[in-house]
């Protein structure tokens, strides 16, 4: 038999035993014995030696040639054998959740983020846009911008949540999303178009028709020739657009410091339709918010002319409007997350 016949032996007998091999380190100890210093191929390497110069090398490059024909077999049978180990070990590791039985129903957003979700859309078309701002204000934009100066009796409206930052009272849980306007006014020149939905915060206790955490929209027009008439046309669009045909709002006389003159707005009772009934008191009308025209002192807060710009506000509870639209007589029934009840709308 020739060296190239003995090479060729060692070579497919050096394959079969790295097929056969099943883990990393036995390939590893199989690739020392194969390739080694006490391996065939350097015992035949060795005795190159006693060979003349022309078969010298025509032995070397057939021994070059067994080599790396092993060391690829070495090398590839490597990358399968880790993988495979990969794999059996996130195997191994893989957590077993077929006890867990998967709830198959589709959630959906509560009524509260329905109904701020749809307002915002109401408003957007008929061309405001949608402001956000701080939960933790200053007294400054709570109530001061607001024209509620220090001591004034309005403040005892609103049970306020103060918190343990900077001088006593001078930060805050803001009790209305009426901040935001500052916000808006102070960053941005007339014209304004704009609505602020966002939660807010009171000392109330829970009862049917309260909650110390409740959700509120509220609305700002500033430009040239704005009028009451404007406030109540926008009033009677936006009841129209949200509630439907024949809705209608209408307004009444009321006090709020920050708007003169000042006004609740009231909406055809969804009830009864305006026929009257226990829900609105027989009235055909049903209490939503308060509005006005923006007074003069807010105005001068934020550095506007109140000779030049004239604007009207508004706002009203979501919550409330929930109740309103889906007859629901208890509002902590919004914050149970009992799915029985919210699985309903």
Not at 68 to 73: D, L, M, S, V, W
Not at 139 to 145: G, L, P
């Amino acid at each position: 038999m020739s060296e190239r016949d003995d090479h060729e032996v060692i070579v497919v007998e050096a394959l079969a035993r790295v097929a056969a091999v099943t883990t990393t380190e036995e390939l590893r100890e199989l690739g020392t014995e194969l390739l080694g210093r006490r391996s065939p191929l350097a015992r035949a390497k060795a005795g190159l030696s006693s060979l003349e110069a022309g078969d010298r090398r025509a032995a070397g490059m057939a021994l070059n040639a067994a080599r790396q024909r092993i060391e690829q077999a070495l090398d590839a049978r490597s990358q399968e054998l880790v993988a495979a180990e990969r794999a059996s070990r996130i195997a191994a590791e893989r957590l077993d959740l077929s006890e867990v039985v998967p709830n198959r129903r589709r959630g959906h957003l509560h009524l509260v983020t329905q109904a701020r979700d749809r307002l915002e859309d109401t408003f957007v078309a008929m061309g405001y846009t949608v402001a956000e701002g701080p939960e933790a204000e200053s007294d400054w934009y709570n109530f001061e911008a607001l024209n509620f100066p220090a001591g004034h009796p309005a403040r005892e409206m609103y049970d306020t949540f103060y918190l343990e930052w900077g001088s006593p009272e001078s930060t805050l849980l803001r009790t209305h999303t009426s901040p935001v306007q500052i916000r808006v006014m102070e960053r941005s020149e007339p014209p304004i178009y704009s609505v602020m939905p966002g939660r807010c915060y009171r000392l109330d206790t829970p009862d049917a028709s309260h909650l110390p955490v409740f959700h509120q929209i509220e609305g700002l027009v500033v430009d040239r020739g704005i009028t009451f008439g404007s406030l109540a046309g926008t009033l009677d669009a936006f009841t129209e657009a949200y509630f439907g045909p024949g809705f209608r709002s209408r307004l009444r006389p009321s006090y709020f410091p920050f708007t003169e003159p000042s006004a609740e707005f009231d909406i055809t009772c969804v009830f009864c339709k305006g026929e009257g009934c226990r829900t609105c008191g027989r009235t055909g009308w049903l209490e939503l918010g308060g509005c006005g025209m923006v007074h003069p002192n807010v105005f001068a807060a934020v550095g506007y002319d109140p000779e030049v710009w004239s604007g009207f506000a508004f706002g009203f509870g979501i919550d409330r409007l929930v109740m309103m639209r889906h007859g629901i007589d208890d509002i902590r029934e919004l914050i149970t997350n009992d799915v029985r009840f919210l699985e309903q709308f």
